[in-house]
């Protein structure tokens, strides 16, 4: 039986009827045994929202229908993400947004002024810096990607439920493909950027830098 609006859940999951979860996985089984009567079908549309808090009880034991309140309760637990890392890491992302964003305005400032080579705190502070995108990346993955767990589809499909059905050589061959041509890209660029810095800015032969300027005659 569906959970009237009124009722209040017993555990932080969202059914608040252990008969919602159980019968819906129940139903779920018999469709995909071949039972495809409307009358099943009817009874499984009206509950098919409370499936997914059912499938995360698969953790926990393998027939759903029989789930101790022990085995509820823990379900309950997994749809609560690790706080500290969520704050934490949302934070700092933040963070390191609002840092980049100064940092390539008092580079504008200088450049517009014609000073930006001349400035060595600030060239040292952008090399320093350079991790920074790369980690607020990394930090907005792990906001999106762990802050939606247990979810791979939410509400629907648990992600314990989510792995592929590829095989181990599958996942090796593709995994060794994808490092292969990332190798190759990180080659190149490593090379180019070795060769432009070691012939310096004027191997641009823009004529803005004071020492591409001809000397005066003495």
Not at 11 to 38: F, I, N
Not at 157 to 166: D, F, G, I
Request: aromatic share 12%.
């Amino acid at each position: 039986m569906a959970c009237s609006k009124n009722c209040a859940p017993e555990t932080p999951l969202r059914p608040c009827s252990r008969s919602s979860t159980a019968s819906s996985s129940t139903l779920a089984t018999a469709l995909r045994a071949g039972d495809a009567s409307p009358a099943l079908l009817q009874e499984f549309n009206s509950l098919k929202q409370h499936l997914g808090y059912g499938l995360l009880l698969k953790r926990h034991t393998q027939k759903v229908t029989d789930a101790t309140p022990e085995q509820i309760h823990r379900a309950a637990l997994d749809t609560i993400p690790n706080v500290g890392v969520m704050f934490w890491s949302f934070r700092i992302m933040v963070g390191l947004g609002f840092y980049m964003l100064a940092l390539i305005a008092v580079s504008f400032y200088f450049c517009a002024k014609r000073e930006f080579d001349r400035k060595r705190w600030l060239l040292k502070l952008i090399v320093f810096s350079m991790p920074a995108p790369w980690i607020a990346a990394e930090l907005g993955w792990i906001v999106a990607e762990y802050g939606r767990q247990p979810w791979s589809i939410g509400e629907v499909l648990p992600t314990l439920l989510a792995s592929s059905t590829l095989s181990t050589w599958d996942l090796i061959g593709s995994i060794s493909a994808i490092v292969l041509l990332y190798t190759v890209f990180m080659i190149a660029a490593a090379y180019l950027m070795v060769k432009y810095v070691r012939l310096g800015p004027s191997s641009l032969h823009t004529g803005r830098y004071f020492f591409e300027q001809p000397k005066a005659a003495l």
